[in-house]
């Protein structure tokens, strides 16, 4: 009877685990996802491994195992089928659970607190999304790291043997490959060994010196971000920031309409739950037990990283601060267990009101993704469809609503599919919402005269999104187009799509997959910008034997000079925003003039300058 309750002890959270998120567990593919599936284009020998795998990628992000070498080996192996990265992700997280639950009965010896705080912790708002997306696994293999290193080091402290010492340091060095945030492993492990075994702290300082080595090679090969929504703010915005976090982790951060709740009644919540939680854990200290603390510790240290994000609040962060607080609640538990009725029920009215409030944001965020992911899904075979139909075609999309062009269509799943020529029609960008910090609508639809050709000269289509399925009315859609379309001139031009050629003029070089090589001088056609509300976007690529030497693009349109770029190996991959110069405000077409003061000749002869993606007039 023993053995089959302490199986079931270790089994319940396992069966919370998979009931809770049986719809985030089966979530398509959305957003940043189809980037990091995209990699395998670019694999054809050690070196693009290499680059793939280790190169600073968005906002300065270099995470080896659980963005890079997850999505391209599961890929290269699956393909678009989600099933087998979900399952990964499963597997990852059931091992959390179990290291959860055991560190948990060791730091509390309580039964009752190790069942409840991998439970709590599942809850959480803040692990619905990592368990959900696949671009947020992250997160999980993280906590797995974290978690992991701190059992050897629990280990280490009662067996007193090396090769747990090691093990720990081990988990601790390869937890920098999943997310940055483990760099704050050392002050965890310094507050599990004060708990467990303070004369032993001195063991720890090995660890902060790791930690601080990391983040002096990190600082200088990933440039962070100085403006847009990954700036960092070392002020005190930092403390309504982490009260926010701390409110929403505790009481859910929300009202769900069918509550018919004020929408403050969460707040309210939080500061009950804060004042209950915060308070058991000064008692439980003044007693002797340190655990609760700790559990407040843990939440405190590893929120701290992104409080300095004050324009980028994203409920996911919370993900492995939130064992913090399931750690405290496990312990109001356990505590409570063991005194008798009167505690059991008053522990269980503060347990059943974090639960109330904060498991239905937890569940409504995953069916959020589920159903959000079905959407993509059906608009990715879609577009997989039409072009089946329509192989040599260029492909117009209208009727994405926000949710279906920012969760899916924006980051370009047609280029996972290689299909070159995916565009939202003219006009379709006005059913979507801008979002600066998402990124740009102008550069994801097709210039005007760009689909009035294509459509004219039976080189287009386009799809109208109706429910789950898309719909061909290319019949209606050139019958209603405007001739006026057939005379202008795009705002944004892409040197490497076919569709564009008849914008560029003089000194350019054939097409090379998704780029144009341009000689020391070129010229791109453009319509009239908005002085206003524009600024021109350059995107290209320097090589490695230009980019040592240096070069120097200049841009101007007839005698008004726009910029001038200084490229070097810094940013020999470069997307440059120039403010137009004041009193610049052309009526018309122009004829945008590139020049570069450096070029390099191929043995054949063939003058190359830069290599080119998008140029054109853009929002900011």
């Not at 685990?17 to 979530?27: D, E, M, Q, V």
């Not at 799943?413 to 020529?421: A, E, K």
Request: charged share 15%.
């Amino acid at each position: 009877m023993k053995r089959a309750l302490l199986a079931l002890w270790w089994l319940v959270p396992q069966f919370a685990f998979y009931s809770l998120y049986y719809y985030g567990l089966r979530a398509w593919f959305q957003q940043d996802d189809f980037a990091w599936l995209s990699q395998n284009q670019n694999l054809h020998g050690l070196n693009d491994w290499l680059t793939a795998l280790f190169e600073p990628r968005a906002q300065g992000t270099i995470r080896p195992w659980s963005e890079r070498l997850f999505f391209l080996l599961n890929y290269r192996h699956f393909g678009l089928n989600p099933a087998p990265f979900h399952l990964w992700v499963a597997v990852t997280m059931s091992a959390n659970l179990l290291l959860a639950q055991w560190l948990a009965w060791k730091l509390t010896a309580s039964r009752v607190a190790a069942l409840a705080a991998p439970v709590l912790w599942l809850a959480s708002p803040g692990l619905a999304t990592p368990l959900s997306w696949l671009s947020s696994y992250n997160q999980v293999l993280c906590s797995f790291f974290l978690l992991a290193a701190l059992a050897c080091l629990v280990k280490a402290l009662e067996t007193r043997k090396a090769g747990w010492f090691s093990a720990q340091v081990t988990l601790f060095l390869l937890g920098f490959g999943a997310l940055e945030i483990n760099i704050v492993y050392p002050a965890l492990a310094l507050g599990v060994v004060l708990l467990l075994a303070p004369r032993e702290w001195m063991k720890t300082l090995p660890l902060f010196a790791i930690s601080g080595l990391y983040y002096v090679w990190h600082h200088s090969v990933a440039v962070k971000p100085d403006s847009g929504p990954y700036a960092r703010y070392w002020d005190l915005d930092m403390i309504p920031t982490f009260g926010r976090y701390w409110g929403n982790a505790l009481a859910g951060g929300m009202i769900l309409p069918h509550w018919r709740l004020p929408a403050w009644s969460w707040e309210a919540v939080a500061w009950i739950l804060a004042f209950v939680l915060l308070g058991f854990a000064v008692l439980a200290w003044r007693k002797g037990e340190r655990t609760p603390a700790l559990g407040i510790f843990w939440f405190s240290a590893v929120i701290g990283p992104v409080l300095p994000l004050r324009d980028h609040f994203s409920v996911y962060y919370m993900a492995i601060p939130a064992f913090g607080l399931a750690l405290v609640a496990g312990s109001l538990a356990g505590w409570a267990w063991s005194r008798g009725w009167l505690w059991r029920g008053a522990a269980a009215a503060v347990l059943c009101l974090h639960l109330y409030f904060a498991l239905p944001i937890n569940r409504a965020t995953t069916r959020w993704h589920f159903e959000r992911g079905r959407r993509v899904q059906a608009l990715v075979e879609g577009i997989w469809r039409a072009h089946e139909l329509n192989p040599e075609k260029m492909i117009l999309l209208q009727g994405l609503d926000d949710e279906l062009y920012w969760g899916g269509f924006y980051d370009a799943p047609q280029r996972v599919l290689g299909i070159p020529q995916v565009f939202l029609a003219p006009g379709a960008e006005k059913t979507i919402t801008a979002h600066a910090t998402l990124g740009e609508i102008a550069q994801t639809v097709a210039p005007e005269n760009v689909a009035a050709r294509a459509l004219l000269w039976d080189r287009a289509v386009v799809y109208q999104v109706d429910g789950l399925r898309l719909r061909n009315i290319t019949r209606a859609f050139t019958r209603q187009m405007p001739r006026a379309w057939l005379e202008a001139r795009p705002r944004l031009v892409d040197t490497g799509l076919a569709a564009f050629e008849q914008d560029l003029g003089e000194g350019w070089h054939a097409r090379e997959g998704n780029y144009r090589w341009m000689g020391r001088k070129a010229q791109v056609h453009l319509g009239a910008p908005n002085p206003e509300a524009d600024v021109l976007f350059v995107a290209g690529y320097c090589p490695p034997e230009q980019a040592e030497k240096g070069v120097r693009l200049r841009l101007r349109t007839g005698e008004t000079a726009l910029g001038e770029i200084s490229i070097t190996a810094a940013n020999a991959s470069f997307e440059v925003y120039l403010t137009l110069p004041e009193g610049f405000a052309p009526e018309g077409p122009v004829t945008l003039e590139l020049e570069v003061d450096r070029t390099l000749q191929e043995p054949g002869g063939r003058e190359l300058g830069l290599a080119f993606g998008r140029i054109g007039w853009v929002r900011r």
